[in-house]
Each structure stands twice: as C-alpha cells, then as structure tokens.
C-alpha cells in the first residue's frame, strides 16, 4: 500500500470532462489495491487567464512540483484565440514543459481489435501494432537561438536554430533504449543524417548509448522514410526515439493509424521532479460540456501514471483490461461508434470501466 499526491489540472473544455473521469478510475484503483491517492486541483489555461490573469499561475506550478505526478486534461478554446500571445492558453502548456523539465514525450500507439473500422488502416496491416513514440521536449528548433526574422544586406532574412547539446541527445536516447528494454527490445532511431549536423551527431550518440543496451536493437532511420514506413508497415516498430519536430510530425502522424483521438494517453517525464500525464487530444471545444467526449485517452494516461512514476504495474494493467474488455464488449462513445452501434456518454463509459476494475 502506497499514498501519492496527484496533481490534477482539469484545464478547458472537455478537459474537465476526461480528467474527472479518470479521478474517479484512480480512486477505483486505490480502493482495490488499497493505495491512498490524494487528488489537488490546479487552474492552467483558459481558466487560469480567466480567473488569474495568467495561463499558467505559479500557484499552480508550485503544486505540480510538490505532487508525485500531474494529470492535465487539455487547454485553450475559442473564447481566447483572440488574445494577445502572452494570454493564450497554449501558453500554458509550452510553460509547464519548459518549468518542470518534462524533456521526454511518450506516446503509445496500440490498436485495439475491437476498433477494426476506425483505423484508415487495412486490417493485416493495423492487426497488433503496438509501438512507442519518444520525441524529445525541450530541445531543438523551437528553442534555439538565434531566432527570427532581420534585414542583410537590403534582404529580408529569417533564422531558427536547430540547437541540441550531447547530454540532451543522450538523456533521450537513454530513456528510449531503457523504455524498449521492457517492450520488444528494438529502438529505431530516426533523424535526417544525409542533410543535418545535429543528426549526424544524433545517429554518432545513439550508437554510443546502445553500447549499454546489448540486448536491445538499434537500427537508424531518416524521417521521410520513418513518416512512409509508419503508414506502409507499422508493425515493423517498438520504440522510435526522435528529435523535438521529428517527433511533433511522426507523433501526429502515428496517432491516426488507429484512428482515434480519444483513445491515445501520453506521458511527458521530467528530469528530476514529477512527470504530466494527458491525453493527445484538444479541448474539443465542439462537443464541451455535453457528456460526449470519450475519456479512455485520460484513463490510459493514468494508468501510465500509476507504471511510469508509481511502479504500480499490476494496478496499470487492470486498468488497460479493463478499458480493453469494456471496448470488447461493444462499449463505445461517438467519436468510435460506427453505424448501428449503441453510443454511450462520457458518464457511463467512464461506470463501465470502473465497474470492470
Ligand atoms: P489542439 O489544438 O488543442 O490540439 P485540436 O483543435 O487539434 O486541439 P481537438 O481539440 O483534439 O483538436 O479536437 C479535434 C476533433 O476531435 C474535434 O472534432 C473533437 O471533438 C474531436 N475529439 C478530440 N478529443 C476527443 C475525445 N476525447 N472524444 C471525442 N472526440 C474528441
Ligand atoms: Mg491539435
């Protein structure tokens, strides 16, 4: 029996939904295995602009460092897309990364049988895909400097700098060989070594780390093919470790194969202090506060959570079984139902996990 303290930011639109839902999947958890979770409430985004005049109140970072993991549901709508930069929600989250060293995003891509008619997939080809992205966070082209736009000689010219120093690539290559170690034991490098310096060194670190990892396969990949082979033969991946906007492209990209939005968890880990947990998806404002929203992409994040940062793998598990039998079962919300299947809110599918548990 354990007791974590467990940040939960809730954030805009259906982030309020999907967070709760997953609280309440948590606190099943803690009664079965007897584990003591206290849940502390934070604003970001949106709501935080609103109520506190920032996107990110240092309140609400100061609780997220002194928890033992973050839960975040989604930030941003309409309602401020007009605001100046400094006011957008986004802000927020670009924030929380950068103050909490959250260097590693994690996303798993895992197809579920039960969901044949949502992937844009073949069946032969989506059947048993269960890969792993890891892209780096706090690095690369959107932080380096020089950046921006000045004039040379009477021309107009803009600059963004694609900056890693070796420890950087070397954390990340690291997390991705460790993280593979407990899965199929390959990791597929992917970097643009014909063209760029940083792959270059990139490709140079990667070998030097797998080094450490003998029993786990390294094989390099360029990212234009990596973005082909991701729809041509997924299969053929377990870990792909990348930089910052290689892995903002391949993850999007990844994230659709299975062909739904509201099924995909991440995780974000930090350096030193605790690691966020949220679902891939927006605040969707479209279906907000209408009991519609399919909250298994939060639910998986917490049972990330509970692996990752807890070690509580038995108690991860029974979360993904049970999300796995509830979907076997026919359960399904909107945004997976297909024609003739009976659609289910937020609410009870959310019941219907817990009951599982
Ligand atoms: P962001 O810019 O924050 O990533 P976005 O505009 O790219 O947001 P989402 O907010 O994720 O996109 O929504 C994209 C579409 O997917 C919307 O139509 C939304 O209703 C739908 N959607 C997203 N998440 C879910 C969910 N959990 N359940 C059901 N539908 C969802
Ligand atoms: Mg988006």
New binding site residues.
């Given amino acids: 029996m354990g007791t974590y303290r467990i940040a939960v930011l809730p954030g805009d639109?259906?982030g309020k939904e999907?967070t709760k839902g997953a609280v309440e999947i948590l606190q099943a958890v803690a009664t079965r295995f007897e584990h003591e979770f206290e849940f502390v409430y934070g604003l970001i985004g949106g709501d935080a602009i609103d109520r506190k005049g920032t996107p990110l109140p240092d309140e609400t970072l100061d609780m997220c460092r002194q928890s033992d993991a973050v839960l975040l549901g989604?930030?941003?709508g309409p309602k401020w897309d007009q605001n100046p930069p400094h006011l957008r929600p986004?802000k927020g989250l670009l924030a929380i990364r950068k103050e909490m060293n959250l260097f590693a995003n994690l996303r798993p891509v895992k197809f579920y049988d039960s969901l044949i008619d949502s992937s844009p997939l073949k069946e032969d080809v989506i059947k048993d895909v269960d890969l792993l992205i890891v892209r780096e966070l706090t690095g690369g082209l959107y932080f380096g400097k020089p950046s921006g736009r000045r004039m040379e000689d009477g021309e107009e010219i803009v600059v963004d700098t694609l900056l890693y120093k070796r420890e950087e690539i070397k954390r990340i290559i690291t997390t991705a060989f460790e993280l593979a170690r407990k899965r199929k034991k390959k990791v597929t490098s992917v970097d643009k070594a014909n063209v760029l310096e940083s792959s270059r060194m990139w490709r140079e670190i990667a070998e030097e780390v797998a080094r450490d990892f003998p029993d786990v396969e390294l094989e390099h990949m360029l990212v234009d093919n990596a973005a082909m082979q991701l729809i041509r033969n997924p299969k053929q991946f377990d870990v792909l470790v990348t930089e910052n906007m290689f892995g903002d492209i391949l993850s999007d990209e990844a994230s659709m194969l299975t062909g739904s939005?509201?099924m995909l968890p991440s995780a974000s880990l930090s350096t030193s202090g605790p690691s966020l947990y949220e679902?891939?998806?927006?605040?969707?404002?479209?279906?907000a506060g209408q009991n519609?929203?399919?909250?298994?992409?939060?639910i998986l994040s917490s049972a990330m959570m509970l692996r990752l940062s807890f070690g509580l793998h038995l108690e991860a598990v029974a979360i993904e079984k049970a999300v796995q039998q509830v979907l076997a079962s026919g359960y399904r919300?909107?945004?997976?139902a297909k024609k003739g299947q009976r659609i289910v809110s937020?609410k009870e599918m959310v019941d219907e996990i817990k009951a599982t548990i």
Avoid: F, R, Y
């Fill in positions: 639109g259906i999907v989604a930030v941003g986004e939005l509201g679902p891939i998806h927006g605040s969707a404002p479209d279906i519609k929203a399919n909250p298994i992409a939060t919300t909107a945004d997976v937020t």
